[in-house]
């Protein structure tokens, strides 16, 4: 489940700045850049940092976020899966091609994060502003970016989102309250108006 939460929390990241774009001048050119496209696609480095054993956990792959569809991970290393997350469930296929799907309702916290994702994808900055503190610095060819939440049950697991990026976001740390993050690095990042037809049905149940 704190994988699962950890990528709607990445969603929520990529999301953000349609509706953080309407609330800061300085931050509005890098914001209407990011949010204008459609569909990003793009390869990802996933690192997961766990302190207490001073672990270190990665793996690979491909990723899609589709405004309209949710965000696709494809991994490839260290073994071969998929995970869709949309603003109703969640769709698992593992390499032999068999799906898992967890619906959101009955998880109160999921229901509560995809709630907000629905109301940043529509751009609604005023449901930002009531459930996160923002801090930027920088400049639209260099900047960083902090999210912290305001809700007491999501700070109990999430401690903060740091961004960082030039026209796009290139990393993603997601700080759990324990001391645990999760670091995503971006790359080979293009842009599209629509998914393929195959890309489609990895959304689908």
Same mark, same amino acid.
């Given at each position: 489940?704190?994988?699962v939460?950890?990528?709607?929390?990445?969603?929520?990241a990529?999301?953000?700045?349609? +509706?953080?774009?309407?609330?800061?001048?300085?931050?509005?050119?890098?914001? =209407?850049s990011?949010?204008?496209?459609?569909?990003?696609?793009?390869n990802?480095?996933?690192? =997961?940092?766990?302190k207490k054993?001073?672990?270190?956990? =990665?793996s690979?792959?491909?990723?899609?976020?589709?405004?309209?569809?949710?965000?696709?991970?494809?991994?490839?290393?260290?073994?071969?899966?998929? *995970?869709?997350?949309?603003k109703? @469930?969640?769709?698992?296929?593992?390499a032999? @091609?068999? =799906?898992?799907?967890? +619906?959101?309702?009955?998880?109160?916290?999921?229901?509560?994060?995809?709630?907000?994702? *629905?109301?940043?994808?529509a751009?609604?900055s005023d449901s930002?502003?009531?459930?996160? %503190?923002?801090?930027?610095?920088? *400049?639209?060819?260099?900047w960083?970016?902090?999210?912290?939440p305001?809700?007491?049950?999501?700070?109990?697991?999430m %401690?903060?989102?740091e961004?960082?990026?030039?026209?796009?976001?290139?990393?993603?740390?997601?700080?759990?309250?324990?001391?645990?993050?999760?670091?995503?690095?971006?790359s +080979?990042?293009?842009?599209?108006?629509?998914?393929?037809?195959?890309?489609?049905? +990895?959304?689908?149940?």
């Amino acid at each position: 489940m704190k994988r699962v939460l950890s990528i709607l929390f990445f969603l929520l990241a990529v999301s953000v700045f349609s +509706a953080y774009s309407q609330t800061n001048s300085a931050f509005s050119e890098v914001c =209407k850049s990011i949010s204008s496209h459609k569909v990003t696609k793009g390869n990802f480095n996933q690192t =997961k940092t766990i302190k207490k054993i001073n672990r270190e956990i =990665k793996s690979s792959g491909t990723f899609i976020v589709a405004s309209e569809n949710g965000i696709l991970w494809n991994t490839k290393k260290p073994y071969k899966s998929s *995970t869709a997350i949309t603003k109703s @469930g969640i769709v698992q296929t593992n390499a032999q @091609g068999k =799906k898992n799907v967890m +619906a959101a309702g009955g998880n109160p916290t999921f229901e509560q994060v995809s709630a907000l994702m *629905t109301s940043l994808f529509a751009g609604d900055s005023d449901s930002l502003g009531k459930n996160f %503190d923002i801090e930027f610095t920088g *400049t639209t060819e260099n900047w960083n970016a902090n999210l912290r939440p305001h809700d007491s049950s999501v700070r109990s697991f999430m %401690d903060r989102i740091e961004m960082a990026g030039d026209s796009k976001i290139n990393t993603i740390i997601l700080q759990e309250a324990g001391g645990d993050f999760t670091k995503y690095e971006f790359s +080979a990042q293009n842009f599209a108006d629509f998914l393929t037809d195959e890309e489609k049905s +990895a959304f689908s149940r």
